[in-house]
């Protein structure tokens, strides 16, 4: 099933020539996710083949500017291609205020729904549950009201070792009942224990979107022993004083969160544009945890590789 | 005096790779005026070697997304870069309540004062006049309220004769005068006629921005003899019904637009995503009025050449 993070942008509010403010477009098993949609977040899909038509669920961290300025347009422009599936958004209570407004005096009434779901910054909370993912939102601590979103995989059935099962002439209307893990009778009374028929499933994996927060263990918990964790890390170490004050974090900061809930990757995000190029941010977070990476634009990270 | 207008975005609502939306740098004098502020601006000022921090006047046509969508953002990174100075927007009235809830929701408060000036859509009204010029509000026809702007240097002071004025050692105090156009008398009560010692100044310049609006007449006479007149072409002629129907216009009738006031140069924009390049636009309105380019982001048009 596929897992896997496009990175639509990574920049911080200010803008930098050739780097766009946060957004990623997660596909799970051929469902479009968008997390955060920054301005120029459409440019970004036209740029990496993402198709907009294809979104499904959008999820917007907080209502700082460089996190969801680029609704208004996606929506509108989904509109004029002539969409009329719903799209579900979920996104603090106020964004569907801005949305109206920016609706009522452009004068347009969208030909598709939208769902809001409102988001908690207070406590963990399953948001979506689909035969995919579960998503629960992560209580994160901003400036503003703010939540992380975690992406879990279902646990998947078990794997049919299709060979055995003809070698046996195991009737296909028993696949349903083997896959779920049932052991197999036989017409003379023979039981087949399920786990020579079939195969553990894959373990599920885990994707944690972290944007933004200042370093604070509350999340820890939640996201413990994620597959693939995407933290901010908005100024290096240097810049602690300035993390704290604008309640962001640093990059070594950020390889510690992955360290303490045991993650097997950590991808950085979010940058500062005080950082023309970003590999410092880089070797800075690979003294605390190797297996770090930079969400570079346009570049795919499959989760669990 | 500088007088020049640089593309930032000519592509109407719906996106399309590498043409952003309407926004244009107005430079008078080496005074920034920005034109709409579509959606991607900040890029593509970063782009273009336009300052953001130069901005001293703002305008928005209307309400549509396409023409005031990075408005929000680019006023947040004035904010975030430690801008002071205060800055005007000129605008529809509830440009200010939108901005205002999202300056709310995202628990800002800007540094520097900006000063909103609502515009009119039924009436031309002067709302501005600097050193430099006059600034007229375009009641437009479109499918809600929009103003274009017509920007008219002022008339500039009498260029002096310097070597005449020296050959007749003319005392440096008299010069402002000269330049007025009075005439000089000499101490023996020679007079010396002012068009011997000074020289016309240049004749005034203007630009109108005019988008988005459906073909109609009514703003023919505000804009007559205009220099270089910007004037939208979202369709080719052959898609005049769905011009009509979207209050727009097309190629062919934006060259009759400037045929009838007498323009001395057309500049064509927002152009429907539907055309993947340009040319066939640009051919059909120069069989009315050749003297028509096309406004190509990061290009710059001197207004009088």
Redesign the interface.
Known sequence: MKFEVTILGSSS?????NR?PTSQALNINERLYLIDCA??T??QM??FGIKSSRIEYIFISH????HY??L??LL??LH??GRSKSITVFA?P??K??IN??LK???TTLQYPIHYIDTNPNKVEIILSNQDVIVESIPLDH??DCTGFLFKQKKRNRKLLKEKLEELKIPVEYYTALKKGVNYTANDGTVYKNDILTLDPEEPKSYAFCSDTIYNEQYFDQIKSVTLLYHESTFMHDMLDRAQTTFHTTSLQAATVALKVGAQKLLLGHFSARYKTLNELLDEAKTVFPNTELAIEGKTFVIGE
Chains 1, 2 share one sequence.
């Open positions: 509010a200010t803008p930098i020539f766009n301005e120029g459409q440019q036209l740029r209502l700082h500017g460089d300025l680029g208004i347009g509108s422009s004029l291609n603090p106020h964004l205020d801005i407004l920016q005096y452009s004068e400036r503003i």
